[in-house]
């Protein structure tokens, strides 16, 4: 879990690296107390404060590189190009060089129309004072224009917006952009600029395929290191699903050797007259080592905002699987020896798989596909892809069927497939956080952004209890949440607990919790001397209702907090109290 969470880096030099969780309902073994040897994948937007003040530049000289080829001296990321020992080959490779040379050419006439630089202002939330934000910061990165008067660049480049402007090549102009759509979990957004002038001259991409192993991209993009467009070249390494920094979710990636830097962010990799991938993050600390979103993931982002007009988000099976490499394994659930599946080990109850599967089932096929042993499915020329690819590629409220292994027997099921929410929020971006205080009591729902506020290192260093929860536990029913109190405002009220933070709110006058609305219901509408809250690990607190409600309105006047509770919670308590009802359950 720990290499994980620090697999990937988005490309965005102003955002500190977030940690990853694991995959919703694919749990992994703790991670190690060390520092994982994996450097770790960071996106790739860069800060717009000065850049090159203090910048340190240097060069290799050739002579210093052994057994170096044509093609390594060139710009970063260009392929090497065998030197031919014969001179009939000379011809053949000079020939693979000009080729690559006018592919770049044409890629960079290609987007100079295309290509623009986004300019972002952000203002992210203090999960630790969840009624204010923490400083603005400027940030940059790259987008281009396609089909109709579109947009589209990366999520993180805009996450937690407040004023985004675009500027396109050759122009000293930058225009106001809106945000249309955004998609944390694939890392896209769809920006639109009303400017009638911006859109003159400028022309859109087409989108393409995936590219296979080895075939040329080049992507473009406004890296750091300059203000001007840049372009570099690289070939296709891998094309797997990959952890995608940002929105801590796997989905299908593109892996290249392009020199992709801070700033690409949002850039084209373009192959040939299309576009191949969004450049998005990169492995850190390794040589040319980076990523693309592929083509599919671009076509289902868009379509979901086409047709629901809004981010309709990438569905889930949501079960966990077991490999079945083990032949005694195999023998145990009664599988031929023809037979090639995974075991489901646990599934989440909101999903309609809960109602179809059972725990010890026997994944066999998925929509007719053979699922292998070790969870993979075919996938063009001899390569292959876990099955989660083709789950992530079904659109809300499809259906699958499913050819299982129960007690020996076969079985053909139909599940409907739609997006799931985890008990513990991964991401909160462009959203306020929720809040609730009471007597100098702080109640919110547990996030993973709460948690990453203890720093980078936040599986070691938050709370323990509280991390295994957020990263293990599934939810029960729909709209629960884990309340906790997370720190004490002092008050003579409540002298004595203020070492009782940091633990989750169990029942509030016996009454169990089932989120943070719930838990304000129950507060606002007590109607008892004593006001009792049960805590985790057996603890407790009781207060006098009246005194305690009293003692809540100095509290916020000491700390300068405007509300008791966040707008979401204030616009509830008023619709129940227009309607005489407590907070809903």
Known sequence: MRASTRLLRRLSSSSSPRSLRRLPFHPSPPPPSHPPPVPPLRTLTRALLPHLAGARFSTVPCSSIPSLRLGECG??????????????????????????????YAAVELALDSVVKVFTVSSGPNYFLPWQNKA??????????????????????????????????????KYKAEVQAVGHECDLALLTVESEEFWEGMNSLDLGD????????????????????SVTKGVVSRVEPTQYAHGATQLMAIQIDAAINPGNSGGPA???????????????GAENIGYIIPVPIIKRFISGVEESGKYSGFCTLGISCQATENIQIRDCFGMRPEMTGVLVSRINPLSDAYKILRKDDILLEFDGV????????????????TFDHLVSMKKPEEIA?????????????????????PLVPVHQFDKLPSYYIFAGFVFIPLTQPYLHEFGDDWYNTSPRRLCERALRELPKKAGQQLV?????????????????????????????????????GL?????????????????????????????????????????AMSNDLVDEQVTNDETDAPCPN
């Open 75 to 104: 710009a970063l990321g260009t392929p090497a190009i065998p030197v031919a020992e014969e001179s009939e080959g000379e011809g053949e490779a000079e020939a693979v060089a000009a080729r690559h040379d006018t592919d770049a």
């Open 136 to 173: 603005q910061r400027e940030s940059m990165g790259s987008g281009f224009v396609i089909s109709g008067r579109r947009i589209i660049t990366n999520a993180h480049v805009v996450a937690d917006h407040t004023f985004v402007l675009v500027r396109k090549h050759g122009s000293p102009t």
């Open 370 to 385: 053979p699922v292998a042993n070790d969870g993979t499915v075919p996938f063009r020329n001899r390569e292959r892809i």
């Open 484 to 520: 906790i109190l997370s720190q004490v405002l002092m008050d003579d009220i409540n002298v004595g607990y203020e070492r009782l933070a940091e633990l989750q709110v169990k029942k509030v006058n016996g009454v169990e919790i089932e989120n943070l609305k719930h838990l304000c």
């Open 523 to 563: 507060v606002e509408g007590c109607t008892d001397e004593n006001l009792r809250f049960d805590l985790d690990d057996e603890r407790v607190i009781v207060l006098k209702f009246q005194n305690a409600r009293l003692a809540t309105s100095r509290i916020l006047k000491r700390h300068r907090i405007p509300s």
């Open 270 to 284: 373009i192959m040939g007259d299309k576009v191949a991938g969004v450049a998005f993050q990169n492995l850190s």
């Open 210 to 229: 995936i590219p296979f192993l080895q075939e040329a991209v080049a992507v473009v993009g406004y890296p750091q290191g300059g203000d001007n467009i």
């Open 401 to 421: 069927v499913l050819k299982v292994l129960r007690d020996g027997k076969e079985h053909e099921l139909t599940v409907t497939l739609r997006p799931l929410q």
